[in-house]
């Protein structure tokens, strides 16, 4: 089944200890993005990769960090987490990043941070 | 800054009644659009897209207006069931670039 898998789908941490979430998609998509979703605000996009060893800051980059060494995975790092960045985090990927392209997304990781 | 935003956030229909969902967006690179459906406990699903040298774009039950003179777009669905309730969500881009800027979503609710 094509699909995009994000682990964990709930964490619980304390400030300051790292953490990643990983994201992994079986469909040979080149593109690939993480989104924040908190009330009131939509989805906000962190990190996007056009392609492996490509990537480039979204809207609110700032306490994230990326990787994109394979096609298929391209984790969410926080290296020290502060209890702002608790939310609820999608991992996203698409064929490419033209037009005509729709974003397919996993089912979430809700993280709270103490 | 540039943003996408929603006109209504919530919208209740009696089924089988047709629903409108509005979105003003306001970048005008912005040459791609598309909407979203998220259910509870889930992501969001692609619904449907449009290109901007396009009006309108019609789906199974579901159609999107395009009006790039006063920066407009909208969802359409017909014959609105109640396993349509959900948020929706319209998301604009720049073709071939990156960024995807979603706005805040409108929550469709069904009354049987």
């Known amino acids: 089944e094509a699909q995009v898998t994000q682990n964990p789908r709930y964490l619980i941490t304390v400030t300051g200890k790292k953490l990643t979430v990983t994201c992994s998609q079986n469909?040979?998509?080149?593109?690939m993005s993480w989104y924040r979703q908190d009330p009131g605000l939509g989805l906000r996009q962190i990190y996007y990769s056009m392609n492996v060893e490509v990537t480039d800051k979204g809207d609110v980059p700032e306490g994230y960090k990326v990787s994109r060494k394979e096609k298929r995975n391209f984790p969410l790092i926080l290296e020290s987490p502060s209890p702002n960045q608790t939310s609820l985090y999608f991992c996203?990927?698409?064929?490419?990043?033209?037009?005509?392209?729709?974003?397919?997304f996993g089912n979430g990781t809700r993280l709270t941070v103490t | 800054g540039e943003s996408v935003g929603l006109h209504l956030p919530t919208l209740s229909v009696q089924e089988g009644d047709n629903s409108i969902i509005n979105c003003a967006y306001s970048?005008?690179?912005?040459?791609?659009f598309i909407w979203y459906k998220q259910e509870s406990g889930k992501g969001p699903q692609f619904i449907i897209d449009?290109?901007?040298?396009?009006d309108k774009r019609q789906g199974q039950r579901v159609t999107v207006l395009l009006n790039k003179t006063v920066k407009h777009l909208s969802l359409q669905i017909a014959a609105t069931q109640p396993g349509d309730s959900a948020v929706y969500f319209c998301?604009?881009?720049?073709?071939?670039?990156?960024?995807?800027?979603f706005g805040q979503g409108t929550e469709l609710s069904v009354k049987p």
């Open positions: 970048n005008s690179a912005s040459d791609y």
């Open positions: 996203a990927s698409s064929f490419s990043s033209r037009g005509g392209s729709p974003l397919h």
């Open positions: 998301a604009e881009k720049v073709n071939q670039g990156g960024k995807l800027i």
């Open positions: 469909m040979n998509h080149e593109y």
């Open positions: 449009i290109r901007s040298n396009m």
